[in-house]
């Protein structure tokens, strides 16, 4: 009955918006879709040029910039699709 009653305590805490970091295994926490493949794409030097002067403006990695712009772009082209 003592796994129940955490259960229930933190679904009670979760829908509370209270704290529930002390029933959680942070160390082992990972999120779900993360892992990461490597791929290589081949830019004409402008491009390059034009994403590294971005993400110099925007304080980022050319990486970074280049990730946050496919996120957006998917994502607006999930929305689409579901619409």
Same mark, same amino acid.
């Given at each position: 009955?003592?796994? %129940? &009653? /955490?259960?229930?305590?933190? $679904?009670?805490?979760?829908?509370?918006?209270? *704290? +529930?970091?002390?029933?959680?295994?942070?160390?082992?926490?990972?999120?779900?879709?993360? %892992? &990461? /493949?490597?791929?290589?794409? $081949?830019?004409?030097?402008?491009?390059?040029? *034009? +994403?590294?002067?971005?993400?110099?403006?925007?304080?980022?990695?050319?990486?970074?910039?280049?990730?946050?712009?496919?996120?957006?772009?998917?994502?607006?082209?999930?929305?689409?699709?579901?619409?």
């Amino acid at each position: 009955m003592k796994a %129940k &009653t /955490k259960a229930e305590t933190f $679904d009670r805490k979760f829908d509370a918006d209270e *704290s +529930i970091i002390d029933h959680l295994d942070v160390d082992k926490a990972r999120r779900v879709g993360t %892992k &990461t /493949k490597r791929v290589n794409v $081949d830019f004409p030097a402008w491009m390059v040029q *034009s +994403i590294d002067r971005e993400a110099r403006r925007l304080g980022v990695t050319r990486q970074s910039l280049i990730k946050l712009w496919l996120a957006d772009r998917l994502d607006q082209s999930r929305a689409t699709v579901n619409n």
